[in-house]
């Protein structure tokens, strides 16, 4: 059968996550129920990351196994027609050999954090930032974010139901930036690493933002880090703020497209 690498945008909104569900809309279930509208069978894809209820992508990848040999531009069109009218769309499609994997051929995942600085409740960007009163000491997060990067035992970062095997990961890169936008001013967080734990960028930024209000020093950072206790945590952002960026592959599926 031949398979396709989808690289996949949405607004997690209106889903209960990635991950399909019995009797609740998932983005996994929107696009399975699309490709069935175009091979009617039953359909399952696989993802390089699942992303909770609320959080966004801006390009997940997914593959899908066949039955016809589609041309990947007109299936890429028949997607996005059937998921109409979900906030789902297919931005690139390729055909990859019968044995890639979109999460376990990838090398690498990068996340989006935003966090819009201003009174005003969001209006436009509402459901897409996470909106706090006050400014942020954007020098002190980074310097709080240092204390992260490299391999590290990362349980006070995870969520308390994470499957993950080990809490050990290399997290590769974390950048605070500010940005001055057309609704105000943000602060924006570069997440990457081969993988993640359940919850960790979440808790890295819910923490980094305690710095940034003053309410921790950056040293405090690495002493949550250190304890190792899920309760040494800051308090978790909300998803609404998070997008998987990207996926990295050894060879870009969608090189050229």
């Known amino acids: 059968m031949p398979r396709y690498a ?35 069978r039953v359909h399952k894809i696989a993802a390089a990351g699942r992303t909770d209820a609320g959080v966004h992508a801006l390009a997940q990848v997914a593959h899908c196994d066949m039955e016809r040999d589609w041309d990947p531009f007109r299936l890429s069109e028949a997607l996005n027609y059937h998921l109409r009218p979900n906030p789902v769309a297919i931005l690139a499609c390729a055909r990859v050999a019968g044995d890639w994997h979109a999460r376990f051929s990838a090398r ?94 979440r808790s890295f930024v819910g923490s980094l933002e305690r710095v940034g209000a003053g309410s921790w020093q950056p040293g405090d950072v690495a002493a949550a880090l250190a304890a190792r206790d899920r309760a040494a945590c800051g308090p978790v952002s909300p998803p609404t703020g998070l997008y998987l960026a990207g996926v990295g592959y050894p060879d870009d599926p969608f090189a050229g497209g």
């Open 6 to 40: 989808l690289k996949i945008e949405y607004h997690g909104g209106p889903f209960v996550g990635w991950q399909r569900q019995t009797a609740q809309v998932s983005v996994q279930g929107v696009i399975e129920a699309a490709l069935a509208k175009l091979e009617p």
């Open 108 to 201: 690498e995942r990068r996340y989006l954090f935003r966090i819009l600085m201003r009174r005003a409740p969001a209006t436009h960007l509402k459901g897409l930032v996470w909106r706090v009163n006050q400014n942020l000491d954007v020098a002190a997060m980074q310097a709080g974010a240092a204390h992260l990067i490299g391999k590290h035992d990362f349980t006070t970062f995870r969520s308390t139901i994470c499957q993950a095997d080990s809490p050990v990961k290399t997290l590769d890169v974390l950048d605070v930036t500010r940005v001055d936008g057309p609704y105000g001013p943000e602060v924006q967080f570069d997440v990457r690493a081969r993988s993640f734990l359940h919850n960790q960028v």
